[in-house]
Protein backbone atom coordinates (compact mmCIF):
# COMPACT_ATOMS: atom_id res chain seq x y z
CA UNK A 1 0.00 0.00 0.00
CA UNK A 2 1.20 3.59 -1.21
CA UNK A 3 1.72 5.71 1.60
CA UNK A 4 3.41 8.86 0.15
CA UNK A 5 1.42 9.33 -2.76
CA UNK A 6 3.81 12.26 -3.88
CA UNK A 7 7.16 10.05 -3.37
CA UNK A 8 5.42 6.27 -4.40
CA UNK A 9 6.76 5.29 -0.67
CA UNK A 10 4.69 2.59 -0.07
CA UNK A 11 4.32 1.16 3.64
CA UNK A 12 6.40 -1.97 3.80
CA UNK A 13 9.41 0.80 3.31
CA UNK A 14 8.34 2.80 5.93
CA UNK A 15 8.00 0.21 8.32
CA UNK A 16 11.26 -0.80 7.58
CA UNK A 17 12.68 2.35 7.92
CA UNK A 18 11.23 2.75 11.77
CA UNK A 19 12.61 -0.48 12.35
CA UNK A 20 15.97 1.05 11.14
CA UNK A 21 15.54 3.70 13.72
CA UNK A 22 13.10 6.24 12.15
CA UNK A 23 11.40 7.92 14.71
CA UNK A 24 9.83 10.92 13.65
CA UNK A 25 8.30 12.18 10.46
CA UNK A 26 11.80 14.20 9.77
CA UNK A 27 13.76 11.30 10.16
CA UNK A 28 11.42 9.29 7.48
CA UNK A 29 11.66 12.12 5.16
CA UNK A 30 15.42 11.55 5.47
CA UNK A 31 15.25 8.19 4.89
CA UNK A 32 12.15 7.49 2.59
CA UNK A 33 11.62 11.14 0.70
CA UNK A 34 7.68 10.74 2.14
CA UNK A 35 6.26 13.45 3.37
CA UNK A 36 8.58 16.21 1.51
CA UNK A 37 5.95 17.41 -1.26
CA UNK A 38 2.35 18.00 0.22
CA UNK A 39 2.23 16.82 2.98
CA UNK A 40 -0.77 14.98 2.87
CA UNK A 41 0.59 11.61 4.06
CA UNK A 42 2.44 13.00 7.45
CA UNK A 43 -0.81 12.08 9.87
CA UNK A 44 -0.39 8.60 8.41
CA UNK A 45 3.18 8.26 8.89
CA UNK A 46 2.60 9.32 12.92
CA UNK A 47 -0.01 6.57 12.89
CA UNK A 48 3.06 4.13 11.58
CA UNK A 49 5.57 5.59 13.97
CA UNK A 50 2.74 4.92 17.01
CA UNK A 51 2.36 1.20 15.65
CA UNK A 52 5.56 -0.22 15.28
CA UNK A 53 6.90 1.15 18.65
CA UNK A 54 3.81 0.35 20.70
CA UNK A 55 4.66 -3.14 22.59
CA UNK A 56 1.92 -5.75 21.66
CA UNK A 57 -0.39 -6.31 24.65
CA UNK A 58 1.56 -8.74 26.48
CA UNK A 59 -1.52 -11.42 27.53
CA UNK A 60 -2.87 -11.40 30.72
CA UNK A 61 -0.41 -13.46 33.47
CA UNK A 62 -1.85 -16.72 34.10
CA UNK A 63 -2.77 -17.02 37.51
CA UNK A 64 -0.09 -17.91 40.11
CA UNK A 65 -1.27 -21.50 41.55
CA UNK A 66 -0.40 -22.35 45.00
S1 LIG B 1 1.46 12.28 -0.09
FE1 LIG B 1 3.36 12.35 0.95
S2 LIG B 1 4.15 14.29 0.43
FE2 LIG B 1 2.28 14.19 -0.69
Given at each position: MIICVCKAVGERAVREAIRSGARSVADLARAT?????????RDHLVELIAEELTPPASPPAAANPR
Open positions: GASTDCGTC
